[in-house]
């Protein structure tokens, strides 16, 4: 089935408004994998004009944004979580791999966070990965790459603090 960028706004919208929790957003991952398939959508909203990061839609009731990220070479970035956000990561082109970190030491307005990574995977077009609340993780390009982002707030409106890596600390109580 194709989608309008309408189409897949509601479809989240009424996913979201039955199960805003994890498992709602099971049912949107599967739904950002359904749309990642979809030809045209991708060369409507994942253009070569695309900056690195656009909004496409930002929900008014419930604040979810759905987003279109293209980079156009090699980027990694340090451990992060989305706040008091989730996140929804869809791979369209290219690959990111993707680190999840344990936290070590969680960050704050006075503390740089602490985060030792446990597990590397590959997200390939086509896949699409969830992350909740406090899900430390942090993407690496090594090339071009174009994704579909769903956040559960924008979160350029939210605060949030730095973590580093760490691979060689024991684990401590958060």
């Known amino acids: 089935m194709g989608y ?5 706004a509601d479809g989240c919208h009424r996913i979201l408004t039955d199960d805003p929790g994890p498992e709602g957003r ?8 359904d749309v990642l ?3 045209a959508f991708i060369a409507a909203h ?15 009731k ?12 090699a980027k990694e970035s340090q451990p992060h979580d989305h706040g008091p956000s989730w996140a929804i990561y869809g791979q369209a082109f290219g690959e990111t791999i993707m680190t999840e970190y344990e936290c070590l030491a969680r960050a704050s307005a006075d ?3 602490k ?17 909740n609340e406090g899900d430390l993780h942090s993407p690496r390009r090594d090339g071009a790459t174009r994704l579909i982002r769903i ?13 580093q890596r760490v691979t060689d600390a024991p684990a401590a109580a958060q």
């Open 46 to 60: 994942l253009g070569d004009d695309v900056p690195e990061r656009k909004i496409l839609y930002e929900d008014p």
């Open 115 to 131: 985060a030792r990574p446990v597990r590397d995977y590959k997200l390939r077009p086509g896949d699409a990965y969830v992350y």
């Open 151 to 163: 956040e559960g707030k924008n979160v350029e409106t939210i605060k949030r603090y730095p973590y």
């Open 4 to 8: 309008s960028l309408e189409q897949f």
């Open 37 to 39: 398939h979809d030809d």
């Open 26 to 33: 099971k049912k949107v991952c599967a739904l950002v994998q």
């Open 111 to 113: 503390r740089l966070g």
């Open 62 to 73: 419930l604040g979810f944004c759905i987003l279109a990220h293209v980079h156009n070479g």
